[in-house]
C-alpha cells in the first residue's frame, strides 16, 4: 500500500462544476502539501496544511489530521483548471511522499 | 525572488551513458532535493542537499550521485544510464526556516534513454 493514496485518479467535469479530490495517508506528517502539475512537467504549490482549511480563490483545502484525510475541492471549474492535482506529505529526512496525482480535466 | 531553472528541459541519452542535470536554487533557499516522476506517476525522492551534504537519500543506486554548490545550486549525475531511468526529473529548493509554502520546483528535465 501506498502512503499517500489519492482519488480519483482521473476526473473529468463540465465547466462550472464543484470538483473535489480526495488524499489519505498512512504516516505521521507535520505537513501535507497540494500541488498542481501542467502537461509541460512543472509543479506549482497550492497549499501546505497541517490543520483545518485553507482558502485561495477558488481553491479550498481542508485536511483532517485524526482520520489522516485532506481534500481539495475546486468551485466553478473552469477549463484552465485542467491539470494534475497532486497530494503530497513530509517523509522523515525532509523530504516530499507524493500521491500518484489525479488528472483532472474541465471541458467547456 | 528568482524562481528554480532547470537545465536542460530535454535531453536523449543512449543507454551505458552518462548524463548531469543542473538545478539552480531559489534565492534564500538551501536545500534543493531530487525527484524521479515516471510517466503516470508520482515524482519519487532520489536525494536532497542542505548546506552542500547530502542529507537523505531515496531509494535510488549509488549510480545515481549528486553535488550542491556553495551558491546552493545542485547537479544530478546518472552513471550507466539504463532504459528504466527514462523519466522527468524535477528538483524542489527549499529552506526549513522560510514559513510560507515551503517548496519551488523547478520546470523539469526530461530524459529519455534509447
Known amino acids: 500500500k501506498n502512503e499517500v493514496e489519492q482519488s480519483p485518479q482521473n476526473l473529468t467535469a463540465q465547466e462550472g462544476e464543484f470538483i473535489t479530490i480526495n488524499c489519505s495517508y498512512s504516516?505521521?506528517?507535520?505537513?501535507l502539501h497540494w500541488l498542481q502539475q501542467h502537461p509541460g512537467g512543472g509543479i506549482v504549490s497550492l497549499f501546505m496544511?497541517?490543520?483545518g482549511k485553507k482558502k485561495h480563490g477558488r481553491l479550498i483545502a481542508t485536511i483532517n489530521i485524526q482520520e489522516k484525510h485532506s481534500s481539495l475541492h475546486i468551485t466553478a471549474s473552469h477549463p484552465r483548471d485542467s491539470a494534475v492535482y497532486i497530494c503530497a506529505v513530509r517523509g522523515s529526512q525532509g523530504n516530499l511522499i507524493f500521491g500518484k496525482g489525479t488528472k483532472l480535466s474541465v471541458k467547456p | 525572488e528568482t524562481g528554480v531553472t532547470q537545465s536542460p528541459t530535454h535531453l536523449i541519452k543512449t543507454r551505458g551513458q552518462q548524463v548531469t542535470l543542473r538545478c539552480s536554487s531559489q534565492?534564500?533557499?538551501?536545500?534543493v532535493s531530487w525527484y524521479q516522476q515516471a510517466l503516470g506517476q508520482g515524482p519519487q525522492f532520489i536525494f536532497q542537499y542542505y548546506r552542500e551534504e547530502e542529507n537523505g537519500r531515496g531509494n535510488f543506486p549509488p549510480r545515481f550521485s549528486g553535488l550542491q554548490f556553495p551558491n546552493y545550486s545542485s547537479e544530478l549525475n546518472v552513471n550507466a544510464l539504463e532504459l528504466d531511468d527514462s523519466a522527468l526529473y524535477l528538483c524542489?529548493?527549499?529552506?526549513?526556516?522560510?514559513?510560507?509554502?515551503?517548496?519551488?520546483f523547478g520546470s523539469g528535465t526530461r530524459l529519455t534513454v534509447v
Open positions: 504516516v505521521g506528517i507535520s505537513a
Open positions: 524542489a529548493s527549499s529552506s526549513p526556516f522560510r514559513g510560507t509554502n515551503g517548496y519551488t
Open positions: 496544511l497541517s490543520s
Open positions: 534565492s534564500g533557499h538551501n536545500t
